[in-house]
């Protein structure tokens, strides 16, 4: 036996059918147009998810570039002259054959630094906080809780990030409209704006990702 042997086995029918399957990763009834593109800004920061009909218009008119697997910018010719990767791309068919559906795109333009911005709601604060009560910690659906004011509005706290936290309907109650400390009721940690990864975590949501976006996710 080979060291390491016995891993060998030979070709199954199965195998060799994965060679002539419809070369795309599209879902057949998935419009490839509609499929979400990540676009870059200039600092190759995330901005925002758009669909890749107005991705593919971007490049085509050379205010973006695509990117390849290896991050390699591509223009509109560059990209049309790319190879559509069996099963792994989506395209859109094109008279000259395939359009390989871009994942990501690069805007070529400094335009305004747009940092995602994640809106200040119920639900984005439940997420940040991983839908946990901040006082006793106690984990639930939304209809548990209720968004606390860490310094009471009736004292002057603001509606912000840094003053609003998810807390379960009975500490937000006995918490009343006092301060942490005078509750005796310490926070499992200071509330904070989301981040620039949380934010486009935020940001893309319940959207289909693809790897190909993982780096840029998580970057900053
Ligand atoms: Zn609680």
């Given at each position: 036996?080979?060291?390491?042997g ?143 004011h860490?310094?009471?509005?009736s ?34 940690r ?31």
């Amino acid at each position: 036996m080979h060291p390491g042997g016995g891993r060998h086995r030979s070709l199954t029918e199965a195998d060799v059918s994965v060679l002539f399957e419809e070369p795309t990763a599209a879902l057949p009834d998935v419009d490839p147009l509609t499929l979400p593109v990540l676009v870059l800004n200039k600092m190759y920061q995330p901005v925002r998810i758009t669909t890749a009909r107005r991705a593919l218009r971007l490049l085509y008119a050379d205010t973006a570039r695509a990117l390849d697997e290896s991050g390699e910018l591509f223009d509109f010719m560059g990209w049309l002259d790319l190879p559509v990767r069996m099963g792994l791309d989506d395209f859109v068919p094109i008279i000259r054959g395939r359009l390989r559906v871009p994942r990501i795109i690069h805007l070529r333009r400094y335009g305004k630094m747009r940092r995602p911005t994640v809106r200040l709601t119920r639900r984005n604060l439940m997420l940040r906080d991983g839908f946990t009560c901040q006082y006793c910690g106690k984990r639930g659906p939304t209809s548990l809780f209720d968004i606390d004011h860490v310094q009471p509005r009736s004292r002057g706290g603001e509606d912000s990030w840094t003053n609003l936290v998810t807390a379960c309907q009975s500490c937000n109650r006995r918490k009343g409209r006092r301060t942490p400390p005078e509750a005796g009721m310490p926070l499992k940690r200071q509330p904070t704006a989301p981040r620039w990864s949380h934010a486009m975590q935020l940001l893309v949501g319940t959207a289909r990702r693809y790897k190909e976006w993982e780096p840029f996710l998580k970057a900053g």
